[in-house]
């Protein structure tokens, strides 16, 4: 570093930051205050349930842009940074949770201008013959600018088996944009970590576009289980301590099964317990108190294919929609 004469002597290098009053200053408190972030931050700490590494880099984000803020307000230069992102990891970990606290958070900042989040995948980017990619990829950033761009999947943009794919135009459009217009629109690439990152070697010119890598690991079977009941409390809803011995036996069983995905399998289950909860209500009869309709019962948990067939209810679920499309026939009744 070079040193700073002393101001007035020949020779001075002269900083011209510092020669002006010494008593510019801002308070973190009025600025936190005045964006109101803190109550995006705050929620976000609050409705996820883990994903330590993901709200600490969240929140060293959101310092940097508020600290870039209170340097622009004193005249010192504050260069947007690449705001870029990839969130990998499988279903359910909450990275359209997160994606949608980003943009709001870039929005308090100002540092895009309306904060809404686009949600998309390959099929609302790429056509299905020529000419056809070019004004769907566009009408979508369109759509997204002044917000957030989310991608899920994003690595079925590129398929390198298929050398007449159209993927790689929307591609190319994409990294433009992400490059030309980075003050007007993030984009957040999202899906299986070793998908992207096959996808980040295939696509050099995307990757070096990535400032935040963010991963969201599989939760555990307690974080599970506290996700659970945040869900139910959200509804007014709660376990019996019978129920929840259940559902933790349920969730040790659905976690070793197909297409378990994660927050998004919990809240599944818990929708259908609370059909059952309902169907035992009804059959039952009678007065029902306040607390009968809010407490979830272990047999509502129990009566689940998970236990009865060692099957996902899911596939229950597929079953009783083929039915159901046999049945709306001309000769389907009612």
């Known amino acids: 570093m070079i040193p700073l004469a002393q ?24 600025v936190l205050h005045e964006s109101q972030v803190m109550e995006v931050l705050q929620k976000l700490d609050q409705e996820l349930v883990g994903l330590t590494s993901v709200k ?8 940097l842009l508020l600290i870039d803020r209170m340097r622009r307000s004193l005249g010192l230069t504050a260069r947007p940074p690449s705001l870029h992102m990839s969130f990998t990891g499988g ?7 997160v994606a949608m606290g980003m943009a709001t958070i870039l929005h308090r900042l100002n540092c895009v201008r309306k904060g809404h989040l686009v949600a998309v995948t390959r099929d609302d980017l790429v056509g299905q013959y020529i000419g056809h990619t070019a004004p769907k990829t566009r009408e979508v950033l369109k759509r997204a600018m002044g917000g957030v761009l989310f991608i899920d999947e994003a690595y079925y943009l590129y398929r390198q088996e298929n050398e007449r794919d159209y993927g790689q ?15 007007d629109l993030v984009v957040i690439l999202a899906g299986y970590k070793d998908r992207m990152e096959t996808f980040f070697q295939s696509n050099p010119g995307i990757s070096s576009r990535i400032a935040h890598h963010l991963d ?5 079977l307690d974080e599970l289980l506290a996700i659970a009941q945040l869900m139910l409390a959200e509804q007014m809803y709660r376990f019996s301590p019978e129920a929840l011995k259940a559902f933790e036996a349920y969730l040790k069983r659905r976690m070793q099964m197909p297409r378990f995905s994660n927050a998004r399998s919990v809240r599944n289950a818990i929708d259908r317990a609370r059909l059952r909860q309902a169907n035992r209500l009804v059959a039952k009869g009678g007065i029902i108190s306040k607390v009968d309709l809010m407490t979830i019962e272990a047999e509502d948990i129990l009566a689940s294919r998970v236990f009865t067939e060692n099957m996902p209810d899911d596939e229950q679920q597929l079953d009783i929609s083929q039915d159901a499309s046999r049945s709306h026939g001309p000769n389907a009744t009612a």
């Open 7 to 30: 101001s007035g002597e020949p020779g001075d290098i002269i900083d011209p930051v510092l020669d002006g009053p010494d008593d510019d200053s801002a308070d973190v408190s009025a």
């Open 56 to 63: 600490t880099r969240i929140h060293e984000i959101a310092a």
């Open 91 to 97: 279903p359910g970990t909450g990275k359209t949770t």
């Open 169 to 183: 135009e929307a591609i190319e459009i994409l990294l433009q944009v992400m490059e030309n217009q980075r003050e």
């Open 216 to 220: 969201f690991p599989d939760y555990s």
